[in-house]
T-cell receptor, first 114, second 116 residues
Framework: DAGVTQSPTHLIKTRGQQVTLRCSPK?????VSWYQQALGQGPQFIFQ???????QRGNFPDRFSGHQFPNYSSELNVNALLLGDSALYLC?????????????FGQGTRLTVV | AQTVTQSQPEMSVQEAETVTLSCTYD???????LFWYKQPPSRQMILVIR??????QNATENRFSVNFQKAAKSFSLKISDSQLGDTAMYFC?????????????FGKGTMLLVSP
């Protein structure tokens, strides 16, 4: 089992550009959550996807959007990139009906906006 | 809204010694989960231990144990017999007890350095 995989691992973009990050959940998991972790901070919740729909959303602007595919994989899109969007983006997968199983995290995508 | 506070930005301990990391939280929920996650330089968040608020018994996992004080909203992590591999950022996290697997609210973290 490969666990949660994220791609790419590192990315450099210019202000104003758009970026897409990808996440494949752990086998058998159906829920995907995205977090932004700024340098020296704890992760902050962006949004969560279940059954291809955004179920919960944190305090992030509409420039942040996402998608979940029928195979449960997910994408995070950020439009009109700002310098402040530079961060580690973490994906976590979990099982919707079983709160007792832990969420598994990927190794993240390090996004640098220049 | 929930908040999680970790007041120790950095901690140091020598191998084989015991160290305690502090965490306090604020919530109006009566039932919830609390977690400690470890983030080594590889960046992957690894679950260390979890506690369900309705359980009075403190959770333990091998060398890791917690001191959960619900009334005080305190959730500290004790690491016994510290090992070099314990060097990492440690995050305390809160999760509401909902029908589905909810989202995590993290503290800012404590950097733990274990030295020989």
């Amino acid at each position: 089992d490969a666990g949660v995989t994220q791609s790419p691992t590192h990315l450099i973009k210019t202000r104003g550009q758009q970026v897409t990050l990808r996440c494949s959940p752990k086998s058998g998991h159906d829920t995907v959550s995205w977090y932004q972790q700024a340098l020296g901070q704890g992760p902050q919740f962006i949004f969560q996807y279940y059954e291809e729909e955004e179920r919960q959303r944190g305090n992030f602007p509409d420039r942040f959007s996402g998608h979940q595919f029928p195979n449960y994989s997910s994408e995070l899109n950020v439009n009109a990139l700002l310098l402040g969007d530079s961060a580690l983006y973490l994906c976590a997968s979990s099982l919707e009906w079983d709160r007792d199983t832990e969420a598994f995290f990927g190794q993240g995508t390090r996004l640098t906006v220049v | 809204a929930q908040t999680v506070t970790q007041s120790q930005p950095e901690m140091s301990v020598q191998e084989a010694e015991t160290v305690t990391l502090s965490c306090t939280y604020d919530t109006s929920e009566s039932n919830y989960y609390l977690f400690w996650y470890k983030q080594p330089p590889s960046r992957q968040m690894i679950l260390v231990i979890r506690q369900e608020a309705y359980k009075q018994q403190n959770a333990t996992e091998n060398r890791f144990s917690v001191n959960f004080q619900k009334a005080a909203k305190s959730f500290s992590l004790k690491i016994s017999d510290s090992q070099l591999g314990d060097t990492a950022m440690y995050f305390c996290a809160f999760m509401k007890h909902l029908r589905w697997y909810s989202t995590l609210t993290f503290g800012k973290g404590t950097m733990l350095l274990v030295s020989p």
